[in-house]
């Protein structure tokens, strides 16, 4: 490569970025004309069937016409045109909510239309999902483990110890309870294995903890006044700007968790924290908590910290079934479909 010019391999890196770039953007176009499209089909059947009366039948016959008419194209079958009803049904200005249908590819969609009855929960997951780029299994994940309705419900003092702007974003990266279901022990667990199984299981760990929390690590070492002590898990919030001190209490929560929790914290920042993070938060995860009693305890700790409840074992209903034919099914007859988007 002596003949090429000393700036070739930057030149090569800026046009495979913006080659790339031009594909993701093109990618998006083809999804949002594809979803699109559905919504506008769905639509005409829907108003079609409202004024004319007719039923699966003709929408069965529809189906085989337009996959005759359109030999190349996928995605006519009878369920997908259900689906597409559905979609113009519960979305009839083409929103979920306040989030534009055209940034999800169709299948999140249609798990967001099967799998989602509550319309505040659908459009919290829709936006959820095109912010933080969640994929369908993810996605499907979030609803198994109903994420919406755990999702900030931590016990905290933050909107007193927090920046108003901090401890919005603060309080909802918390949920209660944590599910570490996938760890597979018992009730009767003790902390220290609670802890190594949850490192051991460090990427469902991060997932169930939520976007942002980077690890640091375990049994992290502090030094105060000679002393040694050992903070259980350290973190680093990446949308936060600040280190988070998990603490895991075995049994109930009691008022002297926090307080030990808040000597951490203020060690924390004064030997960890740089000048440029925010104000170390705390998380103490027991097994079970009495909500009135950490609210009391918390109105007297100095330091922003949150109480949380932990399941070993999954306690949360499981979702109800639906009514309409499953995604998996349209995923068989749509296999090679032109859905952008999925892997």
């Known amino acids: 490569m002596s003949h090429l010019p000393s700036t070739y391999v930057g030149l090569l890196d800026e046009l495979k970025g913006r080659i790339q770039a031009a594909q993701t953007r093109a990618a998006l176009a083809v999804n949002a004309e594809l979803v699109r499209l559905y919504w506008e089909i769905g639509r005409i059947i829907l108003e079609r069937q409202e004024a004319e009366g007719w039923g699966a039948r003709v929408v069965d016959r529809l189906a085989q016409d337009l996959k005759e008419a359109f030999l190349t194209m996928k995605g006519f079958s009878s369920r997908n045109l259900k689906y597409m009803r559905t979609f113009a049904e519960r979305c009839p200005d083409f929103q979920i909510g306040q989030q534009a249908a055209a940034q999800l590819p169709w299948f999140h969609i249609v798990t ?7 319309d505040s929960e659908r459009e919290w997951l829709a936006v959820q999902t095109a912010q933080q780029g969640w994929s369908r299994a993810t996605l499907q994940a979030h609803i198994k483990n109903r994420l919406f309705e ?7 003092n933050f909107e007193d110890r927090l920046p108003v702007s901090q401890a919005a974003l603060a309080q909802e990266s918390l949920k209660d309870p944590y599910l570490f279901d996938f760890l597979g022990l018992g009730e009767e667990a003790l902390e220290r294995d609670i802890e190594s199984a949850l490192v051991r299981h ?22 105060v006044g000679g002393e040694e002590f050992f903070i259980d898990l350290l ?15 075995a049994g109930a929560f009691k008022p002297e968790h926090a307080g030990q929790l808040n000597f951490y914290l203020s060690a924390v920042d004064a030997q960890v924290k740089s000048p440029e993070d925010k104000p170390t938060i705390g998380l103490l995860l027991c097994k079970t908590k009495n909500r009135i009693v950490a609210e009391y305890a918390l109105s007297g700790i100095e330091k922003p910290v949150g109480v949380s409840e932990y399941q070993l074992v999954r306690a949360l209903p499981e979702p109800l079934d639906t009514t309409l034919p499953t995604i998996e099914d349209i995923e068989e007859e749509l296999s090679g479909d032109m859905a952008p988007g999925e892997p």
Do not use: N
């Open 150 to 156: 755990r999702q900030g419900q931590a016990v905290t």
């Open 112 to 118: 967001l239309l099967t799998q989602v009855r509550s």
């Open 235 to 249: 973190f680093y919030h990446t949308r936060l700007k600040c280190y988070v001190v998990v603490e895991l209490k």
């Open 202 to 223: 460090i990427t469902r760990f991060l997932l169930e903890l939520g976007a942002g929390f980077a690890f640091v690590g375990r049994h992290y070492r502090l030094e």
